[in-house]
């Protein structure tokens, strides 16, 4: 398998709807339009994957503020800021086919290393209580439920995810 990670762009906003939409059983339409925004405010922290030139996954998230994501920020897509601290995970998708084949910790990895060489502190997302397992392999600490809570179809709580990046201890990751 011959796997190349890299930014983004917008030819591959296709793959990228077709993914998400798969992954998260989103309407295309309403995908598109998101889609879009972000890969225009955060380029440089939205990866892709590909397999033999096929875009088989991504991740991407933008910059924030907050050592936890809070609703709004799905809703407002807004440039990368090189003064927020926290690098947010909004999304990790891979194609069905393609799963358990550890693209997603690379897509995970490659995030860090991006991250690291903005400065920031630590990675942040909110999973589902069946995916803390994975997350925590990875190197992320489960905080707790959220506070801003978008419950999943089958009414689920999800879960504060953070992997600091420098481990010195920051006091606003408790």
Do not use: W
């Amino acid at each position: 398998m011959n796997l190349i990670i890299r930014p983004v762009n917008m030819l591959d906003l296709n793959a990228v709807v077709k993914i998400e939409s798969q992954a998260f059983s989103m309407n295309e339409d309403m995908t598109r339009k998101d889609m879009i925004g972000r890969i225009k405010n955060y380029p440089d922290t939205f990866l892709v994957a590909e397999v033999d030139y096929q875009l088989v996954g991504h991740i991407f998230g933008p910059a924030f503020n907050q050592p936890y994501i809070r609703d709004e920020i799905y809703f407002e897509n807004h440039p990368n800021r090189k003064a927020d601290q926290y690098q947010t995970v909004l999304s990790l998708a891979v194609s069905p086919e393609f799963r358990k084949q550890g693209i997603a910790t690379e897509l995970l990895d490659e995030l860090s290393k991006v991250a690291k060489s903005q400065n920031r502190l630590a990675i942040t997302l909110i999973c589902l209580p069946k995916l803390i397992s994975f997350y925590e392999k990875r190197g992320f600490v489960n905080k707790g439920k959220t506070s801003d809570d978008i419950p999943d179809p089958d009414d689920e709580s999800s879960y504060n995810m953070v992997k600091e990046l420098y481990k010195k201890g920051f006091s606003t990751l408790t």
